[in-house]
């Protein structure tokens, strides 16, 4: 009796432990039956879509996936059958009162078990991924959604209309983020429905939507739609204010490039104040988009000339002696005694084609700076950024050569570190650039390597010297699959005769993790932060390798 009661526990705690696995990554757990029916459902349904665990239980899941859904969903069941393993599948779930609610479905089918176990985890909004720092860009999917639309209407003789809608105004303090999310989620899926294609709507911003419709379809009958699902969340608990304002998207002859530029800049625009937004026709912004484009260039060049470029040091150091290999000098824009980065100015400067100049600007003022050695030791080297976007463009490298040979002393001591390089298209005429700049003297580094064959191509194919590896992959090495990403980059780097540089090592642990797969060098703030002094001084961080034990005594040095 006491075995089968120790037995009955241990399977107790196997399952409580299974259902604390599962809820770790996620918000419901369910168990589904050979024919597919909900056997067991346990979580925060109800708070999510308002459907309790006794509504789920005795029914088939499929009655809740959204129609739009249901093929996806059989296809993924089927394969949990055949494999017993499904993975990360999205999908909308119906919930009471037509509530909608974006959910990532994984599940398992134990060979010794009659069903199978599903978890489900809420898709967090877009406002919640930009508050963890995630790059979750719709502006981007749903403007490239709407060219392919254009593209097809324009084929068919069809003219749409995109519709913004702005919610801001809204009152929603009284409903659960989780509700609140659902609430959003389903508004989506409204103007879905009467999209083009069923599938042309898109959340812009945290309460921001745009959609592409055909023009039969009014604004009221729009406006109608939304406030009829708000009315689902009844009882007071919502307040839904809607704006809304129609644009005609007759593109008038406009290239695919305008029509993107002029797309990017009507949402843009309404983003940033809907309620001054006055463009009604694709042709007025792209018009709008043009002037504003060249204003924007013209003050970039004044900002070039007006020398507000700065920098900020940081070492690269050898791991094992503690000397540094080089400084890296980050670019950055002095502004009412403030630096700003150039983030917000690079997309825009490649988009508009220069790029180019303000990568001469910045080779010009470092190569002035390390002219100085009173500035800059003789002994420092500085590795700078440059864009492949400039390395293709003939006028930035008949620029960069006058800058060069004006400073032919100090291209010994510089290292050009190529950023963007998953851009690089052309890899025959980027070899014969970079080569052409190390017959100079200049080193060559290629910034944010990462792992497969496109990381293999360029290591092959380019003439370089560096490699700094990407530090996605450096902040997942204490993970076993990380850890062997590393190592395969490291080895390749060492079989081609490339030095390999660790990205933002901040801790003991990170730093003998990439010693422990061979690489020797680092950069980040274990050694030190970027610092707006220049490197009067070699320092040597012979400390910061002791303190890990990595130190090579008959190398270290404490000058």
């Given at each position: ?222 406006e109608e739609n939304l406030m009829r699902v708000g009315r689902k969340f009844a009882d007071g608990r919502v307040g839904l204010k809607l704006k809304s304002n129609s644009v005609a998207m007759k593109d008038s002859g406009l290239s695919s490039d305008d ?71 980050f670019t950055r824009i002095d502004h009412n005694n403030a630096l700003f980065t150039p983030a917000q100015i690079l997309p825009f400067a490649a ?209």
């Amino acid at each position: 009796m006491a075995d089968e009661s120790d037995l009955v526990d241990k399977l107790r705690q196997q399952r409580d432990r299974f259902i604390a696995f599962a809820f770790a990554g996620a918000d419901m757990l369910v168990e589904m039956r050979d024919n597919d029916i909900i056997g067991y459902s346990a979580g925060a349904g109800e708070a999510l879509h308002g459907l309790t665990d006794r509504d789920l239980v005795g029914r088939p899941l499929k009655d809740f996936v959204h129609p739009r859904d249901q093929k996806l969903f059989e296809d993924a069941i089927q394969r949990l059958h055949n494999s017993g393993r499904l993975d990360q599948l999205t999908i909308s779930l119906i919930g009471r009162d037509e509530v909608v609610s974006r959910m990532r479905l994984s599940g398992i089918r134990l060979p010794q078990m009659t069903c199978s176990h599903l978890v489900l985890g809420r898709i967090p909004t877009m406002a919640d991924n930009e508050a963890q720092g995630r790059n979750v860009d719709g502006k981007t999917r749903f403007v490239e959604t709407m060219r392919q639309r254009l593209n097809d209407a324009n084929r068919a003789g069809q003219a749409l209309t995109l519709t913004l809608v702005d919610l801001s105004a809204s009152d929603f303090s009284g409903l659960d983020p989780a509700i609140t999310q659902n609430l959003l989620t389903t508004l989506h899926h409204a103007l879905d429905g009467i999209s083009v294609d069923g599938a042309s709507a898109g959340h812009l911003g945290e309460r921001t939507f745009g959609v592409l419709h055909h023009p039969d379809t009014t604004p009221h009958v729009l406006e109608e739609n939304l406030m009829r699902v708000g009315r689902k969340f009844a009882d007071g608990r919502v307040g839904l204010k809607l704006k809304s304002n129609s644009v005609a998207m007759k593109d008038s002859g406009l290239s695919s490039d305008d029509v993107t530029k002029a797309l990017t800049y009507i949402i843009n625009s309404y983003l940033r104040d809907s309620t001054q937004f006055a463009i009604t026709t694709l042709a007025e912004g792209a018009q709008i988009a043009l002037e504003d484009s060249l204003i924007r260039v013209k003050n970039f060049r004044k900002m070039l000339r007006q020398d507000k470029l700065t920098f900020l040091y940081q070492p690269a150091i050898n791991i094992r002696t503690g000397a540094p290999l080089n400084y890296e000098a980050f670019t950055r824009i002095d502004h009412n005694n403030a630096l700003f980065t150039p983030a917000q100015i690079l997309p825009f400067a490649a988009e508009a084609g220069v790029i180019g100049e303000m990568d001469v600007a910045v080779c010009r003022k470092i190569l002035s700076l390390m002219s100085d050695p009173k500035l800059i030791s003789p002994l420092a080297h500085i590795a700078l950024n440059i864009s492949a976007h400039s390395l293709v463009n003939p006028i930035f490298f008949r620029n960069l050569q006058q800058v060069l040979k004006e400073h032919q002393p100090r291209l010994g001591r510089l290292i050009l570190e190529i950023t963007d390089v998953a851009t690089i298209s052309n890899l025959d005429d980027t070899r014969r650039l970079l080569t052409r700049l190390r017959s100079q003297g200049i080193r060559i580094s290629l910034d944010d390597l990462g792992a497969g064959s496109a990381a293999i191509d360029l290591l092959r194919t380019l003439p370089v010297d560096f490699a700094k590896v990407d530090h996605h992959y450096i902040a997942e090495a204490n993970t076993p699959k990380g850890l062997a990403v590393i190592r395969a980059i490291a080895s390749l780097c060492r079989e081609l005769g490339v030095v390999a540089i660790a990205e933002r090592v901040e801790d003991v642990k990170t730093l003998a993790l990439i010693a422990d797969v061979g690489i020797d060098y680092a950069q980040g703030y274990y050694f030190d932060k970027p610092t707006a002094e220049p490197p009067q001084k070699v320092r040597y961080y012979t400390e910061q390798v002791e303190r890990a034990g990595l130190a090579t005594p008959s190398l270290a040095s404490t000058a």
